[in-house]
């Protein structure tokens, strides 16, 4: 007499995404369907089983992205850059709290450059401890050092884009179209947890309003 495993949760309609009562496969003789079903056992929570959403075509989605990702990036080659930077914090901070500190450093550049700066904000979480920081593009910041090449210089000395910085540690350097800043930045506009922003009156085309349809 051959044997096989009963599953009673695979006669019973579950709806995905959902948690389910478990029952245990009841190992039974194959023929005997006049065995009564299984008595229901409750034992807490380990009777419950996860029941999955239907899998998703991610690849599509993930070729998607890298297109919308591109058409960023030559969106941006457009426009005059002079500077990339990188914006951490020292103290932990919600993401409305970094912008502001964003958009008022942006102001105090302004202030030194005399000029109407405009920039494109990317938001990072880190990989290995997922702290937030930004990363940004920058032009029309005039004769403002990007670093002045100190050492050990207080957060918010208002010697260089790098040290004027007040919230934590920033690395600012020339914008160089040849180490790939502008596509590091893009990725940012469909990572899942990123933000970005842009701001200023950007000196380069028009922009392109399709851009935006995509």
Known sequence: MSEDWFDPIKSRPARAGTVQRYFPPVHRAVGRADDPAPKEIYRGGADLKWIPEDPQNYESKQRAAIAVRDEWAKFLENFMWDEFATYTFAEPTTSAGAHHMFESHLKFLESRSGLGVYAFRADEYGTLHGRFHLHALLGNVGDFPADCGKKKIQPGTPCCGAH???????????????????????????????????????????????LFDL
């Open 164 to 210: 004027s910085w007040p919230c934590g540690w920033a690395t600012v350097s020339k914008y160089d179209p040849d180490r790939g800043a502008v596509s590091y930045c893009s990725k940012y506009v469909t990572k899942g947890f990123g933000d970005w922003g842009m701001y200023g009156d950007f000196i380069g085309r028009e922009m392109d309003k399709k």
